[in-house]
């Protein structure tokens, strides 16, 4: 492929980043406007760049007529949340959607990687009207707390920087930080947890007095 069937081929996948940022950032703030609280803090997105598909081509042996089917994350959105469980609440929300279909899901949090990395995958498929008809294409939705983030962020650029050299403590250190961020997280969910209780309970005696 040459520059310029490399832009028309990722043209719909730009669309497509683009389109679910918007969709994503809009759920955001219907969802804020709603209820006070959302459990999106914010929403990046990015179409891998031309270097990186050809190397995960290579990786995963699929030929260039299938990098369409056999590389699901040319387009990639990510979520960031404040808490685990909104996580679960924006996986939930996504699975919900109309214009959008669950391929499959891949749950890094549970199961987290040998890295350390955690992460809740979406694979879908999503529908992209083109001047030619309608295309559609699969894109990644990573949803993560920002603890997750932190980490991922920078173990990917040490990863990026040092590539497959990283020094074994560096990369058992890695892994060590990963537990200090999940540690993180448990703990704020847990404060989180303690907050909401006692607002309820604030709640409810008001209201018994209130209708005394
Ligand atoms: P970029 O720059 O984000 O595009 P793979 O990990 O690619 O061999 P698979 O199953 O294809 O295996 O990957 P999956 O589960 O879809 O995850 C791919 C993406 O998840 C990566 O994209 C990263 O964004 C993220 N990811 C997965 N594992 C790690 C990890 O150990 N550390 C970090 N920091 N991120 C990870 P790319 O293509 O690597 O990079």
Known sequence: ?????????????????EELKVKLKTLRTELKNREAY???????GRVKKISSILEKAKRLSVPMEKIDTGIEDIAGIRIMCQFVDDIHRVAALIRSRKDLKLVYEKDYITNFKDSGYRSYHMIIEYPVQTAIGLK???AEIQIRTLAMNFWATIEHSLNYKYKESLPEDVR??????????????????S?????????????EKSNMFSSV
């Open 191 to 203: 404060i989180r947890n303690e907050i909401l209780d006692a607002q309820r309970d604030f709640e």
């Open 172 to 189: 058992n250190r890695l892994k060590k930080a990963a537990e200090a961020a999940s540690v993180l997280d448990t703990e704020m969910s």
């Open 38 to 44: 959302a459990p999106i803090e914010f929403v990046t």
């Open 136 to 138: 559609n294409v699969l």
């Open 1 to 17: 492929m040459d520059g310029r069937d490399w832009g028309l081929f990722l043209h719909p996948y730009e669309q497509a980043v």
